[in-house]
């Protein structure tokens, strides 16, 4: 049986690289099933002090700091928290995942960390406004997820969107608390759930498994 691909969406300040360690366990805990593909943001971040990038991203933040839109459009910023009209970058960050579904694809599913898992919920509302052709992602999976505070992005959270989907969170989450994460779940219709004990990361622990695994197994 040919394992699930999956492109991976970074968090803010992480790029595609970095992902790809910072998920080695769940690598390890999915690897007969899931082939997992990683996807830079388009966007250079200005580095930030290194007590913010402990904040975001744990000890030792990134050097090629990426995202995928910005909220502060003067300071070119961004943050889950900040209320604002309108933001910058999404375009071209919607056009180098339409590039990477093009040349890398087909994907069977599409996964997201914080930032990049606020992004996946609007691509799949994308996706299911047949805005994008070129998408065909059968499942999400999105850890950390949350709803843009952004208005123009107002548009991507109605009516529920159909694709099966998946949502882990920590209530120790700091950078997203869990209650960002919950508000997030009525954008979906039928969303599982998967709540750990700890902070902003991907949990892949051997308990966690099977929540994963019962929640692929019906697109293997």
Known sequence: MAPLRVLCIHGYRQNGGSFREKTG??????KKHVELVYL???HCVRPASSEALEKENGPGGDKDS???WFSDVQALS????????????????????????KNEGPFDGILGFSQGAAFVAMLCCLQEQ??????????SILVAGFRS???????FYNPPLQIPSLHVFGLEDRVIPDNMSRELLPSFQDP???????GHFIPAASAHRQAYQDFLQRFQ
């Open 25 to 30: 366990a769940l690598r390890k805990l999915l």
């Open 40 to 42: 830079s943001a388009p």
């Open 66 to 68: 990426r995202g995928w």
């Open 78 to 101: 961004f943050s889950a928290q900040q209320q604002c009209e309108e933001s910058l970058g999404l375009d071209d960050s919607v056009t180098t995942v339409r590039e990477a579904v």
């Open 130 to 139: 047949k805005l994008e052709p070129e998408f065909n992602f059968r499942f």
């Open 149 to 155: 505070a952004c208005e123009e992005h107002k548009k």
């Open 192 to 198: 599982q759930v998967l709540i750990h004990p700890g």
